[in-house]
């Protein structure tokens, strides 16, 4: 294992992702867990409790490792402890009259939440981030970051989001299984050749700083969002093949719908909007 990812594995530092908090609501409410089955789980629990609002909207559930981690249909998320950021950000629903039009959906959060960690990741290390659709960030084609994006409803019928989000930062890929070394990496091994310095507790205020903002402007910036979507996009633009698990489509990404929803252009001209299913590149036709 390398100097540089084995003096990085401590707990988090709680207080040092508060002080570099900016943002007016989330993360006031901040639980951590050395060790958890998955952060998902306890914010649902959490959203489910009998307590105010204001303990609940803008929670973040964060831990140093997951025994039950997931990602899209349920797929482990490997990572060994103090070397990942795993975190879930609790966010009320219904603060926007716009989302009966779709857009404060479950897919554009989780696009909204790619955006903001590609976003984060570059202006900290100067990498090239971008958003596989339609939920993973990867940088130079591997996954670097999941999100996976649910909801819940308490007591009162006011609806929440979940937002898990892991980011492999220390991971050392050498210990990735066989299948993974192909098609993962981590901050820690992005950087090394650079000495860059990689503090999860940065990274995460960022993240919370960024996401908060975001999140509190979908409606009126909706647009320009759609347009930064659309920039940090490594699917709008490309051939793609996507698996939805019952058929397999080709064509051109062409663009997102307002709900998120991947348009793709096949090659007989008809325009498909796919919103769930697995996203590759392919070589365009001659």
């Not at 492999?168 to 310095?197: C, H, P, Y």
Request: hydrophobic content about 35%; some cysteine; aromatic content about 6%.
């Amino acid at each position: 294992m390398s100097k540089h990812i084995e003096e990085r594995r401590n707990s988090l530092n709680l207080e040092l992702i508060k002080s570099n908090l900016k943002t007016s609501n989330v993360g006031k409410q901040m639980v951590y867990y050395q060790e958890i089955g998955s952060t998902n789980d306890v914010a649902r629990k959490l959203v489910k409790e009998d307590i105010e609002e204001n303990k609940k909207n803008g929670a973040v559930i964060i831990t140093d490792y997951q025994t039950k981690g997931r990602g899209k249909s349920y797929r482990k998320w490997e990572a060994e402890p103090f070397t990942n950021i795993l975190m879930t950000v609790v966010m009320k629903k219904g603060e926007h009259p716009v989302e009966t039009q779709g857009i404060a959906s479950l897919q554009n959060i989780t696009l909204l939440t790619g955006l903001v960690v590609c976003e984060v990741l570059n202006n900290l290390f100067d990498i090239k981030a971008k958003i596989k659709w339609s939920n993973d960030v990867i940088i130079n084609d591997k996954k670097v970051s999941g999100i996976l994006s649910e909801s819940a409803t308490d007591k009162n019928g006011d609806t929440y989001f979940l937002i898990g989000i892991g980011i492999n930062v220390f991971q050392d890929i050498e210990k990735f299984s066989e299948e993974l070394k192909t098609s993962a990496t981590s901050l820690a091994n992005e950087t090394r050749k650079r000495n860059i310095i990689v503090q999860r507790e940065i990274v995460i205020a960022e993240i919370l700083n960024r996401l908060e903002y975001y999140y509190d402007n979908i409606e009126k910036k909706w647009n320009k969002i759609r347009k930064r979507l659309k920039d940090f996009s490594s699917t709008i633009g490309k051939r793609v093949k996507v698996s939805t698990g019952k058929k397999i489509i080709e064509g051109l990404g062409l663009d997102f719908e307002d709900d998120g929803g991947l348009m793709v252009r096949e090659d007989s001209g008809m325009i498909k909007t796919i919103y769930s299913g697995d996203v590759e590149e392919i070589p365009w036709r001659e």
